[in-house]
């Protein structure tokens, strides 16, 4: 009969082991919870990424010292320079790079495959509209947000670290590249966009975390929204105060 | 005294069968008893197809006490209808008003092929059952009752999960075509209790991978909760996720043994 699923044989849990595997962590990997997994990590890690950098980026609001110097070009040295002499200059840097770099396209990879996953699974779409109950335009976005905080993370590697796009950058006078570039309106604009865009990738985000990596227990259930909550609203009210500060003259550049 | 909903029109889904295209075709009702069930309303449109010498509307149903999960129907674009914890056949037609135009869709996937017009077949679903939703008891008397204590909550617990009727409402309703919550709702139901323990992760990373041949995954929109006619809840897919992990480790560990 045309309309039976082509089956594969019964595998049985306690008669058959599988004869060859791949290497263990590929084998998980390979597999869509373990690609929950993986996305959930990655994205605990650039989570924690994220915050850290818009608790650094306060420092922007401290203005100049008494000898005109800027405490968040001092916090970027200290940062260059962690763990030295122990570490070469730069080396703790260049570790958290290459980690964040790694989790970033790991969740991105984890994200696509799993997309192109959920696509088969229905290739007929409903042809009449969905009435849906409880998928928030959190959830419903995630692919949308995170496209939009990718295309972000080039522009603002290109613009405040590379300084491609940023006339007049200098390496290390921090304070003076975000004055210069956030001053333009378009990149303030698109800043604020984006960082919306996170927050609410973050909101779904951070719960979501939990329930992928199976961290569910009725003690703190009820605190999980909240947590998701109020990590998107810190970082949404943080990050795009510094594009408005700016603008506003709140944060100013005085060489 | 039961009132009478006039003039309902109906859009249903018609597919001669698994290969063809599919279409909408629209159906009046003129009248019909408020008391009426929702499938009640399509077998009196039946019979008048029939009376017609039209070809009568092809839809699941069994026990129509919401038991069986044979019933499906996407209706107005939720599974099982707008009434919450409950499938199609203990919808009413009390729950519309006169005048509506109520939509019917099949359950749509890939693992889900539609058979003619509002039936699917779920043997997807019998599959990663097949593959580890059971125990191996040893045969013989049947054991005294409470031989093997099970403290209350978790009993409740695996209750809870085994009140699944595996209608696929959770699939239907899931943007992506998953199956957690139907594959953690077997899962739970045999991986809380003793007798399950035994082949706990074997069961949970044959179904988990069986789920994964056929099915989408998991984004945590929570639709699937929402649509279930048992209320089955979402924590069970986070005890599935967290099992197979156990179970990728432990049953890594015992295969290096053997």
């Known amino acids: 009969m045309a309309q039976t699923l082509s089956r594969t044989p019964v595998s049985g849990t306690a008669t058959s082991t599988p004869a060859k595997r791949k290497p263990f962590l590929l084998d998980l990997y390979s597999t869509a919870v373990g690609k929950k997994y993986v996305m959930a990590i990655t994205g605990i890690a650039m989570i924690g990424f994220v915050i850290v950098h818009m608790l650094g980026n306060l420092k922007l609001y401290q203005g100049a010292s008494a000898t005109g110097i800027y405490p968040i070009d001092t916090y970027a040295e200290w940062l260059a320079t962690l763990l030295y002499p122990a570490v070469p200059k730069y080396g703790v840097l260049w570790l958290a790079r290459i980690g964040l770099l790694t989790a970033a396209v790991l969740h991105v990879h984890a994200a696509y495959g799993l997309t192109v996953m959920n696509?088969?699974?229905?290739?007929?779409?409903?042809?009449?509209?969905?009435?849906?109950?409880?998928?928030?335009?959190?959830?419903?976005?995630?692919?949308?947000?995170?496209?939009?905080?990718?295309?972000?993370?080039?522009?603002?590697?290109?613009?405040?670290?590379?300084?491609?796009?940023?006339?007049?950058f200098i390496y290390g006078d921090v304070q003076m590249n975000v004055v210069n570039s956030l001053s333009r309106v378009p990149v303030a604009l698109f800043y604020i966009v984006a960082n919306i865009a996170l927050g609410i990738h973050l909101f779904h985000g951070t719960w979501s975390l939990f329930q992928s990596m199976g961290w569910n227990n009725p003690r703190f259930n009820s605190w999980r929204r909240g947590l998701a909550a109020a990590v998107a609203t810190v970082i949404v009210v943080g990050n795009v105060s510094f594009p408005i500060a700016i603008m506003t003259g709140v944060v100013t550049y005085n060489p | 005294m039961s009132t009478k909903l006039t003039n309902l029109k109906l859009k249903i889904w018609r597919q001669a069968g698994p290969d063809d295209a599919g279409r909408f075709e629209t159906y009046e009702i003129p009248e019909i008893s408020d008391e009426a069930s929702f499938l009640e309303m399509l077998d009196i449109l039946n019979e008048r197809l029939i009376e017609q010498g039209d070809e009568a509307i092809v839809f699941d149903h069994d026990c129509r006490e919401g038991i069986c999960g044979t019933c499906s129907l996407m209706i107005n674009g939720q599974a099982h209808g707008p009434q919450r914890a409950s499938a199609t056949c203990?919808?009413?037609?009390?729950?519309?008003?006169?005048?509506?135009?109520?939509?019917?869709?099949?359950?749509?996937?890939?693992?889900?092929?539609?058979?003619?017009?509002?039936?699917?077949?779920?043997?997807?679903?019998?599959?990663?059952?097949?593959?580890?939703?059971?125990?191996?008891?040893?045969?013989?008397?049947?054991?005294?009752?409470?031989?093997?204590?099970?403290?209350?909550?978790?009993?409740?617990?695996?209750?809870?999960?085994?009140?699944?009727?595996?209608?696929?409402?959770?699939?239907?309703?899931?943007?992506?075509?998953?199956?957690?919550?139907?594959?953690?709702?077997?899962?739970?139901?045999?991986?809380?209790?003793?007798?399950?323990?035994?082949?706990?992760?074997?069961?949970?990373?044959?179904?988990?991978?069986?789920?994964?041949?056929?099915?989408?995954?998991?984004?945590?929109?929570?639709?699937?909760?929402?649509?279930?006619?048992?209320?089955?809840?979402?924590?069970?897919?986070?005890?599935?996720?967290?099992?197979?992990?156990?179970?990728?480790?432990?049953?890594?560990?015992?295969?290096?043994?053997?």
Not at chain 2, 129 to 141: H, L
Not at chain 2, 221 to 250: T, V
């Open chain 1, 119 to 168: 696509r088969r699974a229905r290739p007929v779409r409903y042809q009449s509209s969905r009435d849906y109950q409880v998928a928030n335009f959190a959830s419903r976005t995630m692919r949308w947000t995170g496209v939009i905080v990718l295309l972000f993370l080039f522009w603002h590697i290109a613009d405040l670290t590379l300084g491609w796009v940023n006339p007049g």
């Open chain 2, 90 to 258: 203990q919808l009413h037609m009390r729950t519309f008003n006169s005048g509506d135009e109520i939509v019917i869709e099949p359950w749509r996937a890939r693992a889900f092929p539609i058979i003619k017009d509002l039936m699917v077949d779920r043997a997807a679903f019998d599959r990663i059952v097949e593959s580890g939703g059971f125990i191996s008891a040893p045969t013989g008397g049947a054991p005294d009752a409470n031989l093997t204590p099970i403290p209350k909550p978790v009993a409740d617990a695996a209750m809870d999960a085994a009140a699944c009727i595996g209608c696929g409402a959770c699939v239907a309703a899931c943007p992506n075509g998953a199956a957690s919550l139907f594959t953690s709702a077997k899962l739970s139901h045999l991986n809380r209790l003793p007798q399950g323990q035994a082949e706990r992760f074997r069961r949970t990373e044959a179904m988990v991978d069986t789920m994964d041949d056929y099915f989408g995954s998991c984004t945590n929109h929570g639709e699937c909760q929402a649509a279930c006619p048992k209320e089955i809840s979402i924590d069970m897919i986070a005890l599935m996720n967290s099992d197979y992990r156990k179970a990728k480790f432990k049953n890594r560990k015992n295969l290096s043994r053997i």
